[in-house]
């Protein structure tokens, strides 16, 4: 599966320790660039999920098909 495919209301994407996460678009609170040139996902409770994707990518992912 590639990195940033939507599922429905989900986008899928896997984490740079490897985890697949099935997210909703409207669940990420902020995306923020990180060392690395990735990108850091803010999610409810403080969670955060690093991506290695510059933040250009990741919110491309969160609004493709945003306006179905």
């Known amino acids: 599966m590639e ?12 984490d740079a320790e490897g985890r697949l996460h099935a997210l909703s ?13 990735g990108s850091v996902l803010l999610l409810p409770g403080g969670r955060l999920v690093r991506v290695e994707r ?10 493709a098909d945003v306006s179905r």
């Open 25 to 37: 678009a409207m669940a990420v609170a902020a995306v923020c660039a990180d060392d690395n040139e």
């Open 3 to 14: 990195d940033g495919t939507r599922m429905g209301r989900f986008i899928v994407l896997r």
């Open 54 to 63: 510059p933040v250009e990518v990741v919110v491309a992912w969160l609004v």
